[in-house]
């Protein structure tokens, strides 16, 4: 009986860690016939809506190959495609309930985070900084002291700039848009004096404003942050398949198409017949991200 006992319990593992998997987002996907993805409204170029109102983006393209993967997985090649809309703030609750699979658009991989959900390989790394007017005359994070600011709610912008070493002891008023483009019009109709969030996004805003030459990003930034597909936490058997498929993906020569056709190229708009480039070359750190796939959060 002792002899036995080690190989029953190995059995055990195995059936144990099989259920799990049986249970997770897969077997979702097999018994509904369809896989919904979570998309933001306003993260352009992640993931944002066209002059049709449809979703497009950079993250929105890439986790279309995880869609192609999970058709080929599954033997499903008419797997219904969901697309729905979710805000900073909700992103993570419509996950972890089952609303949407997989979110995609311009989520910080946290170590934080990591503690409710997990990630699929970083497909961007940003700074975190602030977009003001060139009026203003701020240059610097430090002279945002006093002053009201606008950010996303449920990002992590604010913090960080209260942790910052230089900006620790600023005194801010935050106000909160429910999404990037309503934090930029609080900029733009000069409520507040600058947008604390990722350099890329308020690249896009600016990119997308009536007057681009009015704005200018501060320089200093509070933090690198990586991005990533978001999905559940403690499923290895959806997780595996992401990262596969996206592994694949990064180390192909596709991957440089893609990131040029959003950052280096005329790119749509909300606004019908509008396009616009917002010249964002990729940077070493991200080069260094998609030649060697990684999950790691800050």
Not at 38 to 61: C, H, M, W
Not at 163 to 173: P, S
Request: charged share 20%; proline share 7%; aromatic share 6%.
């Amino acid at each position: 009986m002792k002899k036995l006992l080690p190989t029953l319990l190995a059995a055990l593992c195995i059936a144990g860690t099989a259920q799990a998997q049986d249970a997770g987002t897969l077997k979702k996907i097999k018994e509904t016939g369809q896989i919904t993805l979570g998309y933001r409204e306003t993260s352009i170029p992640f993931s944002y809506l066209n002059d049709k109102q449809q979703p497009i983006g950079y993250a929105v393209e890439i986790c279309s190959h995880v869609v192609d993967a999970v058709k080929a997985e599954l033997k499903m090649p008419a797997l219904k495609v969901n697309m729905q809309p979710v805000t900073s703030s909700n992103r993570i609750p419509l996950l972890q309930n089952g609303t949407i699979d997989m979110e995609c658009g311009s989520t910080t991989n946290s170590v934080e985070r990591q503690k409710q959900v997990s990630f699929g390989p970083t497909y961007f790394r940003i700074q975190v900084s602030a977009a003001v007017k060139k009026t203003s005359g701020i240059s610097t994070l430090a002279e945002l002291n006093g002053k009201n600011i606008s950010t996303t709610s449920g990002t992590t912008a604010v913090p960080l700039l209260k942790g910052y070493e230089k900006t620790k002891n600023v005194d801010v008023k935050e106000i909160y848009g429910k999404d990037h483009g309503e934090s930029f019009l609080l900029l733009q109709d000069d409520r507040v004096v600058a947008f604390v969030m990722d350099d890329i996004l308020l690249a896009g805003q600016i990119a997308n404003a009536r007057d681009p030459s009015l704005y200018k990003i501060i320089p200093e930034s509070l933090r690198a942050e990586p991005y990533g597909p978001m999905i559940r936490k403690d499923d290895p058997s959806f997780k595996a398949l992401v990262d596969k498929a996206l592994t694949a993906l990064y180390k192909s020569p596709e991957m440089e198409k893609i990131y040029a056709k959003w950052y280096t190229s005329p790119i749509p708009t909300a606004t019908p017949g509008k396009t616009i480039n917002l010249n964002f070359p990729m940077t070493p750190a991200l080069k260094a991200d998609l030649a060697a796939p990684n999950d790691k959060g800050v």
